[in-house]
């Protein structure tokens, strides 16, 4: 990961980038929409701030998964959204 992207993270970013990359619907292109990180910084990331038993996990579990990948997807209409997630922001769960 850059240097720059780095310095750019707080904790909480961090925290958020970690739990999207282990949701299976959420997309690395959803990430770098988000965050601007690419799918190998995305990696780095997670090497690094992972144990490396947990990391290994992931990338076992994540590698050639078809829902990671925007075009390897079978559905090509709409996205899984919660219903309490406010219209793109990134990712805030609206006040009820």
Known sequence: MSSTKTK???????DRIIEMAWEDRTT???IQFQF???????I???RKEMKPKSF?????RVQGRKTKHEKLRTFEK???KCS????ISNN???KR
């Open 78 to 80: 709409g996205r899984f």
């Open 56 to 60: 290994k996990m992931w990338r076992k």
């Open 28 to 30: 690395f292109e959803a």
């Open 44 to 46: 780095n990331l997670m």
């Open 92 to 94: 805030s769960i609206a």
């Open 8 to 14: 750019q993270l707080n904790g909480i970013s961090i």
């Open 36 to 42: 601007g990180l690419k799918e190998q910084e995305v």
């Open 84 to 87: 309490r997630q406010k219209t």
